[in-house]
């Protein structure tokens, strides 16, 4: 990630990189910027005006809090640290700096999610009622040993890596908190994974929208799928454009109800897809963040508090567990 948000900066054109930091040498090769193995090295000496964190979950919190209170704006991967109390960490520290405070939960800025906002926001569509989500993708041979599913360094599994975008562009969807209803969080397949490969959820908005949630990572196959049902007509958003194109391609489709089946037959109505095959998300974010900084504009995405709202989610989720796996 530190990549693909250097290379969007350097798109942008309006960041000058000074400095860039891994605790591997290697991880940086091939890149003229100044190098940093230790992080609060590299901001005293850089004294950046910014900083980019996408570190492991584990650092998140004390690099962010770091660089807020000495003054500087940042912008930090998700998940917002391992738990609900890094997030509330972070969060404080941000209001007592009074300095800028971005998440990147870079799904919001895909294609397709910014065409299913605008439509839900349109009311063409009615009002939302449900919606059920799909976000599972394929561990392979190496899955089980990375840092991701190391609690120690991530804090938890899929849900926390994956299922947290998904639950984030829930809320975001229905402009609404959740509660959790039920929830199952489990070792299906990898049984001696330290983390989940998978989470099951049915949560409610605060609006009484129900809402369902499978995040897996035994799907065997990348896949992201979301069914939003509303009372006038559906959306379905299938696939997510990213670089590997292994979550196919990215579209919307649209229903708008038709009773008297004017526009087509019961069941298999006249329906409408966009599809997309560019994926803009990284820059979307970097520009809010530069507009933020530089133009004093106001934070839309990815703000402290809806961190906090999502990591309270997943810490009630991961609370209906039974047994004992993080
Ligand atoms: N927005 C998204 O869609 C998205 C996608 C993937 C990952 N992420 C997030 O980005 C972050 C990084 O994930 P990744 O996939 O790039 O992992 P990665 O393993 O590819 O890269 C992480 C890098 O951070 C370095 N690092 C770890 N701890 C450090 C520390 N204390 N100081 C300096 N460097 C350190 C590692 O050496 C490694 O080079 C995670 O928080 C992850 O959840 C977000």
Same mark, same amino acid.
């Given at each position: 990630?530190?990549?693909?948000?250097?290379?969007?900066?350097?798109?942008?054109?309006?960041?000058?990189?000074?400095?860039?930091?891994?605790?591997?040498?290697?991880?940086?090769?091939?890149?003229?910027?100044?190098?940093?193995?230790?992080?609060?090295?590299?901001?005293?000496?850089?004294?950046?005006?910014?900083?980019?964190?996408?570190?492991?979950?584990?650092?998140?919190?004390?690099?962010?809090?770091?660089?807020?209170?000495?003054?500087?704006?940042?912008?930090?991967?998700?998940?917002?640290?391992?738990?609900?109390?890094?997030?509330?960490?972070?969060?404080?520290?941000?209001?007592?700096?009074?300095?800028?405070?971005?998440?990147?939960?870079?799904?919001?800025?895909?294609?397709?999610?910014?065409?299913?906002?605008?439509?839900? !926001?349109?009311?063409?569509?009615?009002?939302?009622?449900?919606?059920?989500?799909?976000?599972?993708?394929?561990?392979?041979?190496?899955?089980?040993?990375?840092?991701?599913?190391?609690?120690?360094?991530?804090?938890?599994?899929?849900?926390? !890596?994956?299922?947290?975008?998904?639950?984030?562009?829930?809320?975001?969807?229905?402009?609404? !908190?959740?509660?959790?209803?039920?929830?199952?969080?489990?070792?299906?397949?990898?049984?001696?994974?330290? /983390?989940?490969?998978?989470?099951?959820?049915?949560?409610?908005?605060?609006?009484?929208?129900?809402?369902?949630?499978?995040?897996?990572?035994?799907?065997?196959?990348?896949?992201? !799928?979301?069914?939003?049902?509303?009372?006038?007509?559906?959306?379905?958003?299938?696939?997510?454009? /990213?670089?590997?194109?292994?979550?196919?391609?990215?579209?919307?489709?649209?229903?708008?109800?038709?009773?008297?089946?004017?526009?087509?037959?019961?069941?298999?109505?006249?329906?409408?897809?966009?599809?997309?095959?560019?994926?803009?998300?990284?820059?979307?974010?970097?520009?809010?963040?530069?507009?933020?900084?530089?133009?004093?504009?106001?934070?839309?995405?990815?703000?402290?508090?809806?961190?906090?709202?999502?990591?309270?989610?997943?810490?009630?989720?991961?609370?209906?567990?039974?047994?004992?796996?993080?």
């Amino acid at each position: 990630m530190g990549a693909t948000r250097y290379q969007a900066m350097k798109r942008h054109g309006g960041f000058q990189i000074v400095a860039l930091c891994d605790t591997r040498l290697d991880h940086m090769e091939g890149y003229r910027e100044a190098k940093y193995q230790e992080w609060k090295e590299c901001i005293d000496a850089c004294e950046p005006q910014a900083v980019v964190v996408c570190t492991f979950n584990m650092a998140i919190p004390d690099v962010v809090c770091y660089a807020l209170q000495r003054g500087m704006a940042v912008f930090s991967e998700k998940p917002p640290g391992r738990t609900l109390e890094d997030a509330v960490r972070m969060q404080k520290a941000q209001q007592e700096t009074g300095t800028i405070l971005k998440f990147g939960f870079n799904h919001r800025a895909h294609n397709s999610i910014i065409e299913a906002k605008a439509l839900i !926001d349109s009311k063409l569509l009615g009002d939302v009622v449900c919606i059920r989500g799909v976000y599972g993708k394929a561990g392979n041979s190496e899955f089980q040993s990375e840092w991701r599913n190391n609690p120690e360094l991530s804090g938890g599994g899929i849900l926390l !890596d994956q299922g947290i975008h998904m639950l984030d562009l829930m809320c975001y969807l229905t402009d609404s !908190d959740m509660h959790v209803i039920n929830g199952e969080v489990s070792n299906l397949v990898w049984k001696e994974m330290k /983390t989940e490969d998978s989470a099951f959820a049915m949560l409610e908005t605060d609006k009484g929208q129900q809402i369902s949630l499978h995040s897996s990572a035994i799907q065997w196959r990348h896949k992201f !799928d979301m069914d939003i049902i509303c009372t006038n007509g559906y959306i379905a958003l299938n696939g997510l454009l /990213t670089s590997t194109r292994s979550y196919g391609e990215e579209s919307i489709t649209y229903y708008r109800k038709d009773l008297g089946m004017k526009t087509g037959r019961l069941g298999k109505p006249k329906e409408y897809t966009m599809c997309f095959d560019e994926d803009f998300s990284w820059d979307i974010e970097m520009n809010e963040f530069y507009d933020v900084v530089m133009k004093g504009k106001e934070l839309i995405n990815g703000r402290p508090e809806e961190a906090v709202r999502v990591m309270k989610i997943i810490k009630e989720i991961y609370g209906y567990k039974q047994g004992d796996v993080r």
